[in-house]
């Protein structure tokens, strides 16, 4: 369990995303507001080392904000299975060894 100790793990917490122009981005300045095509009784997605991991919602008690987790994530089963493909006509993530002749 020592090695866990020095263990280190950002965890992100998504509330909503934006798209704008790199020039827009710019031109702002300190206080600015980016609005979200999101609310706070929207579904939030928490990463971890930017992978996501679960879900949950944001819980405002008093003049605390708090994330409740509602729903984990599973793994993908293309990062469990070596040699899985992804989409139609896509590549082998894995290629098999070749026998030298």
């Known amino acids: 369990m020592a090695v866990l100790d020095n263990l280190q793990v950002d965890v992100t917490v998504v509330l909503g995303r934006c798209r704008m122009p790199l020039h827009m981005l710019l031109r702002m300045g300190r206080g600015a507001v980016i609005e979200l095509e999101a609310s706070e009784t929207d579904m ?13 919602q944001i819980v405002v008690t008093g003049n605390r904000i708090s ?7 599973r793994k993908a089963e293309a990062q469990r299975e070596p040699g899985l493909s992804i989409g139609d006509g896509a590549m082998p993530l ?8």
């Open 94 to 101: 894995f290629e098999p060894a070749h026998e030298p002749l």
């Open 44 to 56: 939030v997605e928490i990463l971890a080392n930017d992978h996501p991991i679960a879900r949950g």
């Open 67 to 73: 994330v409740e987790v509602t729903e984990l994530i």
